[in-house]
């Protein structure tokens, strides 16, 4: 295959950061884009400001989607969507000509902006606030390492760019040498602390804007991920020097040493870094979180859990532990549909058995432990929420329950009282169906004028203090091997307090004591490298961030940096949701034979798969991909990267190997093709 040669240098230049221009709504009412010269731009502080502005939606997660945050753990063992994903089917995922997450335009942007600004202002050619300035550059420095993350989960091993480079064939192709994975990830944290060493602490009172204390969060969630993947993939093509390691081949990284000597020393110096920053951050706010009471108001006289609300708030300036967060607004049309998923079934997006059977008893000990006086019973909604930890006490949601909303057309006083519904797992709407029969009312304000035509402006948390604890907790352990290393229990603790454990519950060794993983196997994070873990105490660590974090948007990264995949490529699983079949549940519905029939249009699974829902597996023809359950390719850990980027790249455009790009592992040169192995 040879491209044009006429769209080359235009392709390379888009692909490497190359450009002189971004546009800022500001600049461009003042004259047409045709006219627009670099020497127009960043000579005030509004202007730096509006161009960073620009970027933050370019950039950081935000309520994007139905369900808007909280669906994103979706495609994991917490959340189903209403169909399955083609990473966990065999031969469907396959190497294109294009992939479009090999996208460089924001680092270009972000580039060809902050090489700008800094020369304005160390010329001192930019008028304004000089503290003000150096925050939005700092800014800058911060948008350019997160988006650096993001393709670091997704690719691994990646060219690092630091300006915008002329239109020189040459340059552009040298410039896409792909640097080694945890090369990356050390220049992601340089740019944090450059970013820390630019902003002031308290710039903004609300928290909507990027902070230091928010940069020290991403920094220990990059140096812990990085720390993980080193330490589990050790050995593997996806690291570094690993047998089979695909950039051994180019002979820029030949002869690569890692700068801490050795593999293990690497991973020893990203761990080190993460519990030095989330430390800061954990000091600083843990007496600020907030705790969950374990209750939801069934009437309007009842007080408010400030926990529930915490995450279904419009404004989040109240909550110290929110380090940052997105405001919406319906007049300005920055709404989302976070609220009228709530009232729904999440939209279709289904909380998952794994998850729900993952949480903890009152008690602190695992569903399959022997407990004083109950025991576990999934046998009704009402009975999964009994004696639980009160995070899935409050956040599952129960037919019967009584729903106490504001603003309704035709309301009582201020509120309204609805009573929840019985789970509609049949309906053929897709934003209407209830996935696994199991849905979430975490996200929700209990406003309808939120809610209606998907038209509400519940605000979205980006970043929140509470994760510092988790991170630190991991890390440490990861460097120590020992529970009583500096703060893990005292962090464990007060994670717990704040979900609202008391008791004996507060101690994480009664978990540890009862945890059998041998009965964890639907947690996906049980395993590494295709086998259970041994270690309980890692296990619960891992256990407590799930349960902190669901449906958060971190499930996926933490799968991957856990590698916690391998032992599907083997052993097929089934997603499963509420126990349907056997039990007074059965009975909400009028099923005939042919509901369940494994026909192409049964509304069910069938009662000889299992007696738990399989939403994948309804029907069970040949057409299904996912009717045996899902299977896993070790290539599916990172991205194909796309054909057309090893030929825009090649010194005669058409000879792959002559690119300074390398395949990742398992994953072919030829386009449709799928993984390797």
Request: with cysteine; aromatic share 12%.
């Amino acid at each position: 295959m040879k491209l044009n040669m006429n769209i080359i240098k235009t392709a390379l230049a888009v692909m490497i950061m190359s450009g002189t221009f971004i546009s800022c709504d500001d600049f461009l009412d003042k004259e047409p884009p045709s006219y627009i010269v670099p020497e127009d731009y960043y000579r005030s502080e509004d202007q730096v400001q509006a161009c960073v502005n620009a970027l933050y939606t370019d950039v950081l997660p935000s309520h994007g989607g139905s369900y808007g945050t909280f669906q994103t753990d979706g495609h994991t063992d917490n959340q189903a969507f209403t169909g399955a994903s083609t990473r966990y089917a065999s031969g469907q995922w396959k190497v294109g000509i294009d992939n479009g997450n090999w996208s460089w335009g924001t680092i270009r942007n972000i580039n060809y902006q902050l090489n700008t600004i800094l020369g304005r202002y160390e010329n001192k050619e930019i008028t304004g606030s000089d503290k003000n300035i150096r925050h939005y550059i700092g800014e800058l420095y911060f948008l350019r390492a997160y988006r650096y993350f993001t393709l670091l989960q997704q690719w691994g091993d990646l060219p690092i760019v630091k300006e915008a480079y002329p239109d020189n064939e040459e340059i552009l192709i040298a410039a896409n040498k792909r640097m080694p994975r945890n090369e990356v990830a050390r220049f992601i944290l340089e740019d944090l602390d450059t970013a820390i060493s630019y902003m002031s602490d308290n710039f903004d009172a609300r928290r909507t804007r990027i902070s230091p204390d928010a940069a020290q969060l991403v920094k220990s969630r990059v140096a812990l991920f990085e720390g993980s993947w080193l330490t589990n993939f050790k050995g593997t093509p996806f690291v570094p020097n690993g047998e089979g390691w695909p950039g051994k081949a180019k002979e820029y990284n030949a002869n690569y040493q890692y700068p801490s000597g050795d593999i293990d020393n690497e991973a020893k110096y990203f761990f080190t870094v993460a519990v030095e920053a989330a430390e800061k951050v954990a000091e600083k706010y843990k007496g600020d979180l907030v705790k969950n009471t374990g209750t939801i108001p069934q009437s309007a006289s009842d007080p408010e859990n400030p926990y529930f609300k915490l995450f279904g708030n419009i404004d989040m300036s109240g909550f110290k532990e929110v380090l940052l967060w997105r405001e919406y607004d319906r007049g300005l049309g920055i709404q989302n549909h976070v609220e009228t998923s709530v009232n729904r079934g999440n939209m279709g997006i289904g909380v998952t058995r794994s998850l729900v059977e993952g949480f903890l008893m009152a008690d602190g000990k695992p569903v399959y432990a022997a407990h004083d006086g109950f025991s576990y019973n999934d046998e009704t909604l009402t009975t999964v929420r009994t004696n639980r930890d009160p995070r899935l006490t409050i956040f599952l949601k129960e037919p019967g329950q009584v729903n106490v909303y504001k603003n309704m057309d035709d309301r009582i006083g201020d509120m309204f009282v609805e009573i929840e519904p019985t789970p509609d797992i049949t309906n053929g709407a897709s934003d209407r169906v209830y996935t696994t029969g199991y849905t979430l009312r975490k996200g929700g304000t209990f406003d309808k004028a939120l809610a209606g035509n998907h038209k509400g402006y519940t605000a979205s948390i980006t970043f929140r203090a509470t994760e510092a604890l988790l991170n630190y907790m991991e890390a440490q352990y990861m460097l120590s091997g020992n529970i009583g290393a500096g703060k893990i229990l005292e962090y464990w603790k007060i994670i717990r307090a704040c979900a609202g454990f008391s008791g004996t519950a507060l101690d994480p060794n009664v978990t540890i004591a009862a945890t059998e993983i041998e009965k964890e196997k639907l947690d996906w994070g049980a395993y590494t490298a295709g086998r259970l873990l041994t270690d309980p105490v890692l296990y619960n660590i891992r256990r407590e961030r799930r349960s902190e974090l669901m449906a958060e948007g971190l499930r996926w990264m933490d799968l991957i940096r856990w590698r916690s995949l391998d032992q599907m490529t083997t052993v097929r699983y089934h997603i499963e949701g509420f126990h349907l079949w056997n039990t007074p549940m059965q009975d909400w519905y009028k099923f005939t034979a042919t509901d369940y029939n494994g026909s192409s249009s049964a509304k069910v699974s069938s009662p000889e798969l299992s007696e738990y829902l399989r939403p994948y597996e309804k029907n069970m023809t040949s057409g299904n991909l996912y009717k045996d359950g899902y299977t896993w390719s070790m290539a599916h850990y990172l991205e194909p990267m796309p054909i057309r980027q090893f030929l825009l790249t090649s010194s005669d455009h058409e000879t792959i190997e002559l690119s300074p790009l390398y395949q990742n592992p398992y994953w072919p040169t030829t386009a449709d093709q799928a993984a390797e192995k």
